[in-house]
């Protein structure tokens, strides 16, 4: 069956641009992560969605990152203003329960290489 | 916080076995999993230990000591397509959901 799918692969945006990030998980996957790795580093955690409620945002770097999952399905990381230190990978994951990461592995989504010039 | 350590890097030969170690903090320990990420791709499971032993599943085997904060990954018969990093990654004890990966270990196979 299909993974988790994000779009774009790659996004090479102005410093000052605003971009939007997509990610379409599992279908009837419950939860929804954001990461944001950096390279050489593991992936750092972003927020997290159960259904349509964010219930942590507490890893985004500023308030120029904000998410949403309207419907409980697709998500939308959106950065305005970009900056050069945001320049990563952003990683979508998602499982298909309620979250207990003791238990559940979560099923990655190959990411969005964000370049800021 | 909760800090991860594990090699940066490890180069193996084709067919052999490599042990990638991690350490992590004990404290409010929920489980260890391990992911493989080859370049530009997605992380991907590969086992998920929260009692002290060796778990097995083919190639690949997951050992965990809770007492000494400490976990490997054993790879036998090496493949070229084992060549990728390998992710550490432990619940964060005040929020299970997050995870908290180490920097990864980058493994290298020659032939």
């Known amino acids: 069956g299909a993974g988790v799918s994000q779009s774009p692969r790659y996004k090479v945006a102005k410093r000052g641009q605003d971009v939007a990030l997509r990610c379409d998980p599992i279908?009837?996957?419950?939860?929804l992560f954001w990461y944001q790795q950096a390279l050489g580093q593991g992936p750092e955690f972003l927020t997290y969605?159960?259904?349509?409620?964010?219930?942590?945002k507490s890893g985004l770097p500023s308030d120029r990152f904000f998410a949403e999952r309207p419907e409980g399905s697709v998500s939308t990381l959106k950065i305005q203003r970009t900056q050069q230190e945001d320049s990563a990978v952003y990683l979508c994951?998602?499982?298909?329960?309620?979250?207990?990461?003791?238990?559940?592995?979560?099923?990655f989504g190959n990411g969005t290489r964000l370049t800021v010039t | 916080g909760q800090n991860i350590d594990q090699p940066t890097e490890m180069t193996a030969t084709e067919g052999a076995i490599v042990q990638i170690n991690c350490t992590y903090q004990?404290?409010?320990?929920?489980?260890l999993f391990w992911y493989q990420q080859h370049a530009g791709e997605a992380p991907t499971f590969l086992s998920y230990?929260?009692?002290?032993g060796l778990e097995e599943k083919g190639r690949f085997s997951s050992f965990l000591s809770r007492s000494k904060g400490y976990s490997y990954l054993l790879l036998k018969e090496l493949q070229m397509k084992d060549s990728a990093s390998y992710l550490c990654?432990?619940?964060?004890?005040?929020?299970?959901?997050?995870?908290?990966f180490g920097s990864g270990t980058r493994l290298l196979v020659r032939p």
């Open positions: 994951a998602s499982s298909l329960g309620v979250q207990r990461a003791y238990n559940s592995p979560l099923h």
């Open positions: 279908s009837g996957h419950v939860s």
């Open positions: 969605f159960q259904n349509e409620a964010q219930l942590d």
């Open positions: 004990t404290s409010g320990f929920n489980g």
């Open positions: 230990n929260v009692l002290d």
């Open positions: 990654a432990v619940p964060r004890r005040d929020s299970s959901y997050k995870l908290i």
